[in-house]
């Protein structure tokens, strides 16, 4: 069974940092894409980073480019996304999927909030 | 960057009855087009990929149609597990989302 779950979100006042990981289970986590998608309270969802199998090629939404990286270590069947000069307008819940052209399977989500 | 608009917003419909979700790309999207389900406080869940082809476990109720810039979701009947909100992307170049039809009970 395909699982994702991620962790690491929490409150951070704005211009703070956070690292969210995605654990990946029941697939071969090299063969795959993996993506970062989030979304806002009562909002809609938003594609935020990709990132290829070996990790060697990596791509972001304009609004996110220069604060955020990710980073994966298939040894550890895990993705990364650190955040650092973080904004209000970061809130939301993080998801990370897996890619197959398209999300096709996604975890729980990681609530981030970017308060003072 | 390709522009995803769903309409209505909100439909309200009666269990049992159909409904029909739109879906249009601001530019060609061929079919590379997927529809997910939402409910509160859950993840996105694939429904329907290469605008017509259901994801595995998908009840048959559910079918996608449609290529190029217009697509539609059709639920033949819905049942009460299917009131959430339901979003299309196209995953033709990068990532974009609609932004959502929520249906709701009549």
């Known amino acids: 069974e395909v699982q994702l779950v991620e962790s690491g979100g929490g409150l951070v006042q704005p211009g703070g940092s956070l690292r969210l990981s995605c654990a990946a289970s029941g697939f071969t986590f090299s063969r795959y894409w993996m993506s970062w998608v989030r979304q806002a309270p009562g909002k809609g969802l938003e594609w935020v980073a990709n990132?290829?199998?070996?990790?060697?090629?990596?791509y972001y939404v304009d609004s996110v480019k220069g604060r955020f990286t990710i980073s994966r270590d298939n040894a550890k069947n895990s993705v990364y996304l650190q955040m650092n000069s973080l904004r209000a307008e970061d809130t939301g819940v993080y998801y990370c999927?897996?890619?197959?052209?398209?999300?096709?399977?996604w975890g729980q989500g990681t609530l981030v909030t970017v308060s003072s | 960057e390709i522009v995803m608009t769903q309409s209505p917003a909100t439909l309200s419909v009666s269990p049992g009855e159909k409904a029909t979700l739109s879906c249009r790309a601001s530019?060609?999207?061929?079919?590379?087009l997927v529809w997910y389900q939402q409910k509160p406080g859950q993840a996105p869940r694939l429904l329907i990929s290469g605008a017509s082809t259901r994801a595995t476990g998908i009840p048959a109720r559910f079918s996608g149609s449609g290529s190029g810039t217009e697509f539609t979701l059709t639920i033949s009947s819905l049942q009460s597990e299917d009131f959430a909100v339901y979003y299309c992307?196209?995953?033709?170049?990068?990532?974009?989302f609609g932004q959502g039809t929520k249906v709701e009970i009549k």
């Open positions: 999927a897996r890619e197959a052209w398209f999300g096709d399977f």
């Open positions: 992307q196209q995953y033709k170049n990068w990532w974009t």
């Open positions: 990132i290829k199998q070996d990790g060697s090629d990596k």
């Open positions: 530019q060609s999207v061929n079919s590379n």
